[in-house]
């Protein structure tokens, strides 16, 4: 379902957004008067289009490409990306990863690119032209069989999910990465040593309700890392928290 606020958050107005909004607004604006399908399957088609099928990099590329020269995309996008696959590199091989928000399944294709078989990801996303984009692009990529894409809110298919997992990508959003990741601990889907990788942490994206919680509940060790939000110069942080558990043992 289309939803303004899924589009141009409200905090996207903080005035050292106004020229990156300006220009998304005008973007937004033209494809609406035209018609155009939603941008996630137009970058589809467009990687459909440039990449070579079974070539994840190119998939990759091709989609950086659409982000760049035609339509802002909010995948991960490669300044940030190489964090997420650092991360994936640190946990065992056959790991499970899940994924909040899969978009264009950038960094879907990006974890699966790292995380050897029989490694699996379980990528939740609400929208289902989102979801169609990212399963193509998916595909595209070679990556078909390693990912379980599950359409709906992260509320009704968080406990429905079987864990535990080993890292978690919070990516979709930024209100709900708090209280999801609550859900996660109270649904025991992490385990001691899970690492959770928070997109969008940085002070523009206004996350101290997120912050406050993996740095003081106690049950995590929590750093951030600097970076920019994805194709633009504009500053961002990724947040990576290794959860030690509760006292309760789970
Ligand atoms: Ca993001």
Partial sequence: ?????????????????????????????????????????????FAAEHATPGDATSVLAALDRYATEKRWLMSVGPEKGPLLSEMIARIP?????LELGA??????????????????????????????????????????????????SSSE????????????????????????LI????????????????DNTGDLFDPGVYLDYVRTCGRYDSESREAHIEYSNLPDAVEISVYRGSAEGA
């Fill in 1 to 45: 379902m289309w939803h303004p606020l899924g589009v141009f958050p409200w905090r996207f107005l903080h005035p050292r957004m106004w020229a990156f909004n300006a220009r998304n607004v005008l973007h937004f604006l033209i494809d609406k008067l035209r018609g155009a399908p939603p941008r996630p399957l137009r970058a589809r088609d």
């Fill in 93 to 97: 091989a056959g790991a499970r990863v």
């Fill in 103 to 152: 978009y264009c399944g950038y960094s879907a294709i990006m974890i699966c690119q790292r995380l050897p078989p029989p490694g699996a990801l379980v990528s939740v996303e609400i929208s289902r032209a989102n979801a169609e984009a990212a399963r193509d692009n998916i595909a595209l990529a070679g990556f078909a069989e390693r990912v379980e894409l599950r359409v709906g």
């Fill in 157 to 180: 298919e968080i406990p429905k999910l079987d864990g535990p997992f080993d890292l978690v990508f919070l990516d979709h959003w930024k209100d709900l990465y708090k209280k999801d």
């Fill in 183 to 198: 859900l996660l601990e109270e649904h025991r889907l992490i385990r001691p040593g899970t690492i959770v990788v928070a």
